[in-house]
């Protein structure tokens, strides 16, 4: 068991399937404080009758808060710099942000919560380039110089592509912890959910509708993950491994193709869209690059 700078203890223990759970003993001195504040910040919006807003005692507030509100908007105070504090500690690379599950608060006791994350998964990629220009030989893709007969169509570059996609797919083994493929899957069923209502129709009607049910289309969009985050963890390393640095401009045209309304623009201009846009560049840059050896 370790601690945090906070005196809050916390146990890491890794599960199968690639999670992570970290859990949290919170001493509930430090519960009572930062509960103390979050009811002063409650009480400058809340009204309690025969009190001035922000005046009354927070005993009534306390009374007027949600104590599923009450408890969420503390543990918000404590969690984010304990988290951080165990995944500096304890050097780990968290793929997703975790979600934590509140597992004991009873008054008088310490708080426990446990956060569950995955890292991300480490890409051995081998002799990349070897590998790929090989296996698309062998499965005849054009390559220059090859071959005799002149009336061959050579391939397009999408043709290419998919070739190159389908070799570090069946040649690069990265293990996708479970909890990635389900925050993707759960994202996707989300959108499908959001697109179909707008359409009026409810998500069963739809699936009845195509032949299928949620159960296959669970199982067909787990597949479809696990290769789209494969291929972007693959695409990403080989990024890192041949140096391919974005620049800011190339970022500026980016975000300008992309947003005919300026309101896009502007969303998409900020440090963290910034940074996504420079990673989709830069798988977008080594795909465009074992391309280019075909």
């Not at 859990?23 to 009758?49: C, G, N, Q, W």
């Not at 491994?241 to 969303?267: L, N, Q, Y």
Request: aromatic share 4%; with cysteine; hydrophobic share 40%.
């Amino acid at each position: 068991m370790a601690k945090t700078n906070s005196e809050i203890n916390y146990v890491v223990a890794r599960v199968e399937g690639g999670t992570i759970q970290i859990t949290f003993t919170v001493p509930f001195s430090l519960v009572s404080k930062e509960r103390e504040e979050s009811l002063k910040e409650y009480a400058k919006d809340i009204e309690v009758p025969g009190f001035r807003k922000g005046h009354a005692p927070l005993e009534k507030v306390k009374e007027r808060v949600p104590a599923g509100s009450l408890i969420e908007h503390t543990l918000s105070h404590i969690l984010p710099k304990a988290l951080a504090e165990a995944i500096t500690e304890e050097k780990i690379r968290p793929a997703i942000y975790p979600k934590f599950e509140l597992i004991k608060a009873e008054e008088g006791e310490p708080w426990e919560v446990r956060a569950v994350t995955c890292e991300v998964p480490k890409v051995e990629l081998g002799d990349y380039k070897k590998i790929a220009l090989g296996a698309a030989r062998a499965k005849s893709i054009w390559t220059p110089g090859k071959g005799e007969d002149k009336e061959k169509k050579e391939p397009t570059k999408g043709e290419k592509e998919q070739e190159i996609i389908k070799v570090l797919l069946g040649s690069v083994k990265v293990e996708i912890p479970k909890l990635l493929i389900e925050e993707e899957v759960n994202a996707r069923l989300s959108n499908l959910l959001a697109r179909t209502e707008k359409l009026g129709l409810t998500l069963e009607g739809y699936l009845a509708s195509i032949g299928k049910t949620s159960e296959s289309l669970r199982v067909e969009y787990e597949n479809q993950a696990k290769g789209a985050i494969s291929l972007d963890l693959i695409l990403s390393t080989i990024a890192q491994e041949e140096k391919i640095v974005i620049k800011e401009t190339e970022i500026d045209a980016a975000i300008k193709a992309a947003s005919a309304d300026p309101k896009v623009g502007e969303r998409l201009n900020t440090p963290e869209q910034r940074r996504i846009i420079a990673s989709v560049l830069a798988r977008r840059a080594a795909l465009d690059g074992l391309t280019s050896l075909l």
